[in-house]
T-cell receptor, first 113, second 112 residues
C-alpha cells in the first residue's frame, strides 16, 4: 500500500511534442501529489503539485491530471523543449498522521532538438 | 538567498570509516529529511525530523544516524555499519511535515 508506481522508465520525445508520465498509487490516505524535476548532479526541484479536490492543474506548459477513482495521476509537458530533458519524479503524501511521503522511481526524459 | 546547503558535494570514505554529511537550511522550516538516491530506485527516506531534538527512522535507517540540535541543521552520519553506502544523498526541508519539500543539491558519497 506504500508504493507509487511510475512509468515509463525512460521517454524520448521530439521537440514540440507532448511528454506524458504516469503514476499510480495504492494508499487512499494520500492527499498530496507533487512532481519534481531533477537535472544530473542536482537535487530535485518542485515542479507542480495537486491535491485530490481538483482533477487538473496547469502551470505554463506543465499540467497534472488526477483521477481519484483510478488512483492515478499524470504529468503532461506540452511543447516539450530540449531544456526539459531531465529526470521526473512523482510523489504522494498524506497531510496528517504518520509521514507517508513516497516517491516514484523516476522517468528519464530526453527531448530531441 | 534562502535555501538548503549540503556539503561537501563529493565525499570519499574508506571502508570502516564513519562520515558526516552536512545539511543547513535558512528557510525557517520545521521539518527536515534525508533521502538516499540510487539509480533506478528513486528516493528512499533515511530519517526525518519534525522539530528540534526529535527525529524518526525512515525506510532505510540501518547504518545511519542523525541529530537535530538546531532548527537549521540536520547532519547525517553514515556509519561503518552501512554496508553499501555509495550513493547520492539528498537533504530536504519543508515548512511542516508533509508539506512541499525543497531539496539541497546533494552529496555524492563514494567508498574507496
Amino acid at each position: 500500500q506504500q508504493q507509487v508506481k511510475q512509468s515509463p522508465q525512460s521517454l524520448i520525445v521530439q521537440k514540440g511534442g507532448i511528454s506524458i508520465i504516469n503514476c499510480a498509487y495504492e494508499n487512499t490516505a494520500f492527499d498530496y501529489f507533487p512532481w519534481y524535476q531533477q537535472f544530473p548532479g542536482k537535487g530535485p526541484a518542485l515542479l507542480i503539485a495537486i491535491r485530490p479536490d481538483v482533477s487538473e492543474k496547469k502551470e505554463g506548459r506543465f499540467t497534472i491530471s488526477f483521477n481519484k477513482s483510478a488512483k492515478q495521476f499524470s504529468l503532461h509537458i506540452m511543447d516539450s523543449q530540449p531544456g526539459d530533458s531531465a529526470t521526473y519524479f512523482c510523489a504522494a503524501g498524506a497531510r496528517t498522521g504518520t509521514y507517508k511521503y513516497i516517491f516514484g522511481t523516476g522517468t528519464r526524459l530526453k527531448v530531441l532538438a | 538567498d534562502g535555501g538548503i546547503t549540503q556539503s561537501p558535494k563529493y565525499l570519499f570514505r574508506k571502508e570502516g570509516q564513519n562520515v558526516t554529511l552536512s545539511c543547513e537550511q535558512n528557510l525557517n522550516h520545521d521539518a527536515m529529511y534525508w533521502y538516499r538516491q540510487d539509480p533506478g530506485q528513486g528516493l528512499r527516506l533515511i530519517y526525518y525530523s519534525q522539530i528540534v531534538n526529535d527525529f524518526q527512522k525512515g525506510d532505510i535507517a540501518e547504518g545511519y544516524s542523525v541529530s537535530r540540535e538546531k532548527k537549521e541543521s540536520f547532519p547525517l552520519t553514515v556509519t561503518s555499519a552501512q554496508k553499501n553506502p555509495t550513493a547520492f544523498y539528498l537533504c530536504a526541508s519543508s515548512q511542516r511535515l508533509n508539506t512541499e519539500a525543497f531539496f539541497g543539491q546533494g552529496t555524492r558519497l563514494t567508498v574507496v
